[in-house]
């Protein structure tokens, strides 16, 4: 009498995913007799038991078999489980903004996928989401915010990145002058960083930079012009200043008795 006894279904197992640097999660299974093989060919066990460690720690995908065997001692095909490891993506690359009190304040921005923006190094309160993030800072001050990206739900390392908002500069102090017609007109001068000159109130036009400036008046009369300094890219209110050119006086004839 010869019994042939029909193999087990194969047991059932679900794959597994991971980040590089997490703990790998164990794979397991539901069955009887559990073997874990190394090989397609079912000739290297790797483990036996409902739960496998795999011991896999770099980012790759890592393919077992599990089988069971019943009590007639037939082992069953094997079914393919996976371990998956993600390699975490790179910092995105970010860039520094600037502003002045007052002005347009810039988003910071980034490119990537999933980013998220954090208002703290140890990535634990998150403040945006999003390539485009609006800090809604007003006043002055450097802000730091941390910035990362995310790839099968694997977050990489973070970057720093930060918005100074600078203050506006005091204007720059400046001495009237006055001449005579037809004498040394003396240049303008003005103390302060990154001088520039205008001859118009609205400060649309640029006549000058920089002290002394020579307005290159020679005509009486009087002549007003505005400065201002800059410092980190943000410019002061303008100081007015005025040249006058007075005429000379006219004297009647001489007689000589």
């Known amino acids: 009498q010869i019994e042939v006894y029909c193999l087990p279904s194969p047991p059932t ?7 590089f640097g997490d703990p790998a999660p164990d794979l397991t299974a539901i069955g009887t007799n559990i073997k874990w093989y190394l090989d397609a060919g079912l000739t290297i066990v790797g483990g036996t038991g409902l739960s496998y460690s795999t011991g896999q720690t770099a980012a790759a995908i890592y393919t077992y078999y599990v089988t069971e065997t019943d009590g007639n001692g037939c082992e069953s095909n094997g079914t393919t489980v996976t371990l998956e490891i993600y390699a975490l993506p790179t910092a995105p690359s970010v860039n520094n903004e600037v502003a002045c009190v007052g002005g347009v304040i810039p988003d910071l921005t980034t490119t990537g996928t999933n980013i998220t923006w954090y208002s703290d190094a140890s990535l634990t309160t998150i403040v945006g989401t999003g390539s485009t993030f609006a800090t809604g800072q007003t006043a002055v001050g450097v802000y730091t915010y941390y910035v990362t990206e995310s790839l099968n739900g694997c977050e990489g390392p973070s970057v720093p990145v ?9 204007a720059p102090t400046a001495t009237n002058e006055a ?3 037809g004498g040394l007109i003396p240049d303008l001068t003005a103390i302060g960083t990154t ?6 109130a609205a400060l649309t036009n ?7 400036f020579a307005t290159g008046q020679t005509a009486v009369g009087i002549y007003t012009y505005y400065v201002t300094e800059s410092q980190n890219g943000c410019q002061s209110p303008a100081a007015t200043v005025t040249l006058e050119i007075y005429s ?3 004297t009647g004839p001489i007689n000589h008795w």
Do not use: F, R
Not at 13 to 18: E, L, R, V
């Open 248 to 250: 000379l006086p006219t």
């Open 195 to 200: 001088l520039t000159w205008y001859d118009d």
């Open 179 to 181: 001449a005579c017609e």
């Open 162 to 170: 930060t918005l100074e908002i600078y203050a506006i500069p005091s």
């Open 206 to 212: 640029v006549v000058g930079n920089n002290s002394p």
């Open 13 to 19: 197992a679900t794959s597994q995913t991971a980040c």
